[in-house]
């Protein structure tokens, strides 16, 4: 090939940037441990320009990958390699240590938050039951109250009628000793004035001799007998007595049965009291305990929001860790 005067073969006209950027791109294609591929080699660099090119560039490759420089790009490479394995490694099992610490704190949290609810829910039971026994004894001891005030009233009633009862046997005992006292005294006068009656009048001559008043005639007279007069006014007398008992046992009966009636109300009024008193403390231990019912919802509703929230918390930073 003639191309002047003078002929002049430039390096890059056989081997130029081109081909060795081709060759070193396709270097682990070229060299696989001992396998030499020439023929990718060749196609690479569009073919050999002159005979014995491509064993020159294959022995030239073998020459520069035992040489110190590609040596110790190897063995940095091997270094590099380790150190990210090794580094990696590390990496993992400490995010793996971090992990179960922040898995073990979760689940600490998580019991001590159902302990603390266990606890709470507990103490609401036993102060619910307490005040349930207390409901329950205020009760007992109100209807003992009560039991011992009627059992109180009706002994009373008994004592008063078994005293009314007796006051009044007694007062007509004695009625009845004085109306027997009056008849003795009224009997004895009459006896007196019928043996005095002298003889000769106009009248009846009785059994002993005496001689009777013709308007006492009907009355037969004898010691142990009166005028009509006279038994008249012992009728009257007694009528009196026996009208005046009457009406002052009536006025008794009136004063009694009225002193009965305003006791009975009296009664009744301060058993009304004590059972408003108590229909009052009641509506009002109930009110309590809804107010304590409420308080404890909400505390437990917040208490819910509160462990989503801090659940939500560690979730995120586990994830966190993780990433």
Not at 113 to 137: G, L, S, W
Request: overall charge positive; hydrophobic content about 40%; proline content about 1%.
């Amino acid at each position: 090939m003639h191309l002047g005067p003078k002929a002049e073969f430039i390096a890059s006209v056989f081997f130029g940037q081109d081909q060795a950027r081709a060759i070193v791109g396709s270097i682990d294609q070229i060299r696989r441990a001992d396998v030499h591929n020439t023929g990718l080699l060749e196609t690479l660099i569009g073919g050999q320009c002159f005979h014995g090119q491509v064993e020159f560039l294959d022995q030239a490759i073998s020459e520069w990958m035992d040489g110190d420089y590609y040596l110790l790009h190897l063995r940095q490479t091997a270094d590099l390699n380790r150190f990210i394995e090794t580094e990696g490694i590390r990496v993992r099992e400490a995010m793996a240590s971090e992990l179960a610490i922040l898995l073990a704190q979760s689940h600490a949290r998580r019991e001590a938050e159902k302990a603390k609810k266990a606890a709470t829910k507990a103490a609401a039971k036993a102060e619910v039951a307490a005040q349930k026994v207390a409901e329950r004894m205020a009760m007992a001891q109100d209807k003992a109250q009560e039991r011992a005030l009627l059992a109180a009233e009706k002994a009373a009633e008994r004592s008063r009628v078994a005293e009314a009862k007796k006051a009044a046997k007694l007062l007509a005992t004695r009625v009845r000793a004085t109306a027997k006292a009056g008849l003795d005294v009224t009997l004895a006068q009459g006896r007196s004035v019928s043996r005095v009656t002298p003889q000769g009048h106009d009248g009846i001559t009785g059994v002993n001799g005496r001689t009777l008043r013709s308007h006492e005639r009907g009355c037969i007279a004898n010691p142990n007998t009166m005028t009509l007069e006279m038994q008249r006014g012992v009728e009257k007398g007694i009528g009196r007595k026996e009208a005046g008992s009457a009406a002052d046992d009536e006025m008794d009966r009136f004063d009694k049965t009225e002193e009965w009636s305003n006791r009975r109300a009296a009664a009744d009024a301060n058993r009304h009291a004590v059972a408003d008193g108590k229909a009052q403390g009641i509506k009002r231990r109930r009110e309590e305990l809804a107010e304590n019912r409420s308080v404890a919802k909400k505390n437990h509703a917040q208490r819910q929001a509160s462990a989503v929230t801090y659940g939500k918390g560690v979730e995120e930073r586990s994830d966190r860790g993780r990433h």
